[in-house]
């Protein structure tokens, strides 16, 4: 027999009870939750290839988001860009097209801010980016326009097609695909007879059109080539004259660019006589100007070197003498940072070392300080990039102040206490604000740091050659020692310091 019914009333009324708390508690929890939104601009970010960017996210409201799971993918291909998660980065997933360009700015997560930062765009760096935080918020979706404006156009002529000439443009460098007009001395648009365009390895595009000139043609024959994205564009011009043609440049942030030709050879109705007395006379005038290039080229180059190995005696004399030891500070190695065993190198590794977190440090970029210390007098000290060569390579070499920042973003520039060259993406260039591109090919690879703590210069000497790489002047040591400073964010190399002399 069951129960009498007055007896189970009691359990399924204390049953229902706690069922109907369980879910307002859960109804709560969801709509706290629910109130946490992750939010990003509203507008496209446009950028520059070959400059840095920061991608903006933040949790609406403001909240703590050092212990969450945050992730950037690209949304076309749902791969990671960056995942960070209780405080630590992971690479494991990261795509390669990213490795040491991506950074998640740390000093912002107090406050709810999870922008990112890509360093050095490719045009590939181009689309949508997701923002994602754990799997219990929505998500926020920033758009990136990653453009370059090219080169000016040049303008050639081709044979002879269709009764005239046949003329082309050409621009290199540009992203996205640009367009290309053409326009006659009324400014009325003229259709191409062809157009091309192809990439390069770096995804950049260069395009190419061309018209044919006639003989009734006379006046300005313009090509344009304008940036898709940007209010940029570049133009030459070819004057089309009763005498002569002349190709010339205009627009913005455009060289002038001239050829004199002759219109004899533009049309079939010229004159054999003409035509013989045109090339005569262009060909002697070539000659007599490449003679006075040559000659005064020749003066130019050996004045130079005369210049140049005054300079390198002494620097010869000097370096030998000015020449210090420099050991690397294990205390202030990044943890991804592995020194030998007698502080004379370092490599970078992906996986972190196990090392105390002192405020001695560098917790964010992969960083190190020279034990030594400078206040006065003249140093140099030799260092030796060794290992794989390539492109994508990220290393730098300089000094810094002992008080420079260990700790989250760092401005490695003098302004933040750093006097530096570093290369990156291929390109050689120094630390200034803004950065100044060094243009030596091959990139030296065994470099001289030359310290004047009299004159407070900073320079930086090519080994191999003596020739000088850059020099910071007037640099405001404010009284501070001077360390030396490193950093190194790729496999493969690793930075060493050697007594040598030039």
């Known amino acids: 027999m069951g129960l009498p019914l007055c007896c189970s009333r009691p359990s399924l009324t204390s049953h229902a009870r706690g069922l109907l708390t369980s879910l307002f508690t859960l109804l709560f929890l969801w709509l706290g939750s629910a109130q946490l939104r992750v939010e990003g601009p509203d507008q496209p970010l446009t950028a520059t290839v070959g400059q840095d960017v920061v991608l903006p996210c933040h949790l609406s409201p403001q909240r703590d ?18 995942h960070y998660r209780n405080g630590e980065d992971l690479y494991g997933e990261q795509m390669e097209a990213y490795a040491g360009r991506t950074e998640l700015a740390r000093d912002g997560l107090s406050a709810g801010s999870l922008d990112l930062r890509i360093t050095g765009l490719r045009p590939s760096d181009d689309g949508q980016y997701v923002c994602t935080v754990g799997d219990a918020y929505n998500e926020a979706i920033v758009e990136l326009e990653v453009s370059a404006t090219g080169a000016d156009p040049h303008l050639s002529l ?17 992203y996205p695909l640009p367009q290309l007009l053409w326009r006659d001395a009324h400014g009325q648009h003229l259709p191409s007879v062809s157009q091309t365009h192809s990439q390069d390895q770096e995804g950049l595009f260069e395009i ?24 940029q564009e570049r133009e030459s011009s070819l004057h089309i004259a009763g005498t002569n043609s ?23 109705n010229a004159q054999p006589l ?22 005064r080229k020749k003066a130019a180059q050996s004045r130079e070197l005369d210049k140049q ?28 940072l592995v ?24 917790d964010n970029q992969c960083c190190v300080l020279g034990r030594e210390e400078f206040r006065e ?33 760092i401005d490695m520039s003098p302004e933040g206490g750093i006097w530096a060259v570093q290369y990156n993406e291929g390109q050689l260039m120094s630390l200034t604000s803004p950065r100044t591109p060094l243009s030596l090919s091959p990139v030296p690879t065994r470099i001289w740091v030359c310290l004047d703590c009299t004159q407070q210069q900073v320079s930086f000497i090519n080994a191999d050659n003596g020739v000088e790489i850059f020099t910071f002047t007037a640099a405001s040591f404010n009284g501070e020692s001077i360390h030396p400073w490193f950093r190194l964010e790729t496999q493969g190399i690793q930075l060493c310091l050697r007594d040598s002399t030039l």
């Open 274 to 295: 003409i035509v013989a007395l045109a090339l005569v006379l262009v060909l002697l005038a070539l000659s007599i100007g490449l003679g006075v290039y040559l000659f």
């Open 339 to 362: 020194l030998s065993q007698d502080n004379s190198s370092v490599r970078w590794e992906t996986q972190k070392q196990q090392v105390s977190d002192t405020s001695e440090r560098f």
């Open 158 to 174: 081709g044979g002879y097609e269709a009764g005239g000439v046949r003329v082309l443009c050409r621009s290199a460098g540009w």
């Open 246 to 268: 002349t190709a010339r440049g205009r627009g913005m942030e455009t060289q002038p660019f001239s050829l004199c030709l002759f219109s004899a050879p533009f049309f079939h």
């Open 309 to 336: 190995a005054a300079e390198l005696a002494w620097r010869r004399c000097l370096l030998p003498h000015k020449s210090v030891k420099v050991t690397l500070d294990p205390h202030t190695a990044h943890s991804q």
């Open 377 to 409: 007098g003249r140093h140099c000290w030799l260092v030796v990039v060794e290992g794989k060569r390539g492109k994508y390579l990220w290393w730098a070499v300089g000094v810094a102040r002992a008080s420079v920042k260990r700790k989250g973003w």
């Open 65 to 82: 988001a050092h212990t969450l799971d945050v992730r950037w993918i690209r949304d076309d291909s749902s791969e990671t860009v960056h």
């Open 208 to 231: 190419e059109s061309a018209v044919i000139m006639t003989g009734s043609a006379e006046g300005p024959l313009s090509c344009v080539v304008r940036s898709s994205r940007l209010q």
